[in-house]
């Protein structure tokens, strides 16, 4: 059977255990690869290797940085679809959407920051004829990365591209459900030339590996993406030795449709909002609030195009929505249906596993689910579902809907949609969340800072905040001469 190997000082390498684990195909439950199962000496030989690299790696011109970056990319993009075949096989994600966001995202992740760091300019301050005052970066050091599995390579790469272009090296775990695409990616670093050490990708669990990297005294800096009760050790892990951190975590997330809005418009986007990636985006607009007097139309045409979503075969380009990552995943969203009938709501379309040929019948798949009826204080409207199952409630007023946006611990995106301009800054500024979409969703511009509020993260990342974030800041005051 296929066994994925760390990358670590620029070959592959068995874990120093001789452990793996398994590695499903969320569509048909079959085990189709062995992951290294890595523990504390493979990660110890991972930042070894990312130390004896970063002096060379840190001091080498920004362009010779920047044409390694932008060598990755054209060779992640000429192997596009192998890597969405693989990243669908991996994920459960239909290949469709693989190919067309998942990895592009990847290459731009590359290619941005190659060119951004480039075009990076610092402040100067003259205080009078006193002396002068500007900014020194300086790479950190061997930067740890932890990603999650819901877009496996795109989120992995957002934070290897601007941790290398600063000068810094890295160890990153991505997570152990997801993790093929990223041997793909240690193919490419190698193949590009990219020195050996610069980058070490460690496989494993969150407890094991995971730990054992946001525990090492040699990791200054940790970008960790993922749940937010998992960032909680994060952060006491790293609280000892006083780690650079950056956490993006969970969300739920309030997606508000006022009366005045381009319904036809808005009923595409609200159903991309709510079950891209079977619901497993951190942005998904999982809480839907409708004004009053278009509620009864949207609902009625909101169910009738999630019952009409092909589920199905994630390999199968004509396919919308694939297989949940996993089966305890699956059975912890149907947990949440469950609850939410329960908790008095009306389910109006899906609710229940689909049926669907023999070669899936052991996949973890789920059917688009749209519930109403239920109050905007109970569990099923205020914790993290993180699958294909969305709720829509009535509002009377700009007030009463805020509220109920803001209501949740957390606070990472939000989207409204109308066509009054005044009514779309008042209520973007009235959210508790990092980002917010006015009649749109999940556009994204790499040169804006990305983070959320409250439980859903700890600092920004994008553009230059990722600069500074992967960065050490000096402030150099000279005087001038008497
Ligand atoms: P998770 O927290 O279970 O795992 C994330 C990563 O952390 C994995 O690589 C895992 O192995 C590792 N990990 C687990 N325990 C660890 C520990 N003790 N020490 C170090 N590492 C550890 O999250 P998940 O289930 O993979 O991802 C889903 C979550 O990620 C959701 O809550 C989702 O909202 C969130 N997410 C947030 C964003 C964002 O940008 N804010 C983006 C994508 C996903």
New binding site residues.
Partial sequence: MLQLHNFIDGAFHAPRSGRYLDNVNPATGAVYAHLAASDERDVDAAVAAAQRAFPAWSRTPLAERAALLHRIADLIESRLDEFAATESMDQGKPVSLARAVDIPRAVWNFRYFADAMQHHQEQATHMDDQALNYVHRKAVGVAGL??????PLY?LTWKIAPALITGNTCVA?????TSHTAVLLGEVMQAAGLPAGVCNLVF????E???A??GHPDVPLIS????????K??IQ?SAPHFKKLSL????KNAFLVFADCDLDACLDVALRAAFTNQG????CGSRMFVERPIYDEFLRRFSAAAAALRVGDPSDATTNTGALVSAA?RDKVMGYIKLAVEEGGTIHAGGKVPDLPSHLQNGFFLEPTVVSGLAADCRVQQE?I?GPVVTITPFDSEDEVVAWANSTRYG?SATLWTGDLSRAHRVAHAMDAGIIWVNTWMLRDLRTP???MKA??VGREGGHHSIDFYTEIQNVCIKYGS
């Fill in positions: 932890i990603s999650p599995w819901n877009l989120l775990k991505p997570s152990e459900m494993g669990t969150g407890a590996a995971g730990a990297l946001v960790f993406t993922g749940g937010t009760a998992t960032a050790h994060i892990d993006e975590l969970g969300g497993e985006v951190c942005l995943h993290e993180f990472l990305f983070g959320g859903s993260g």
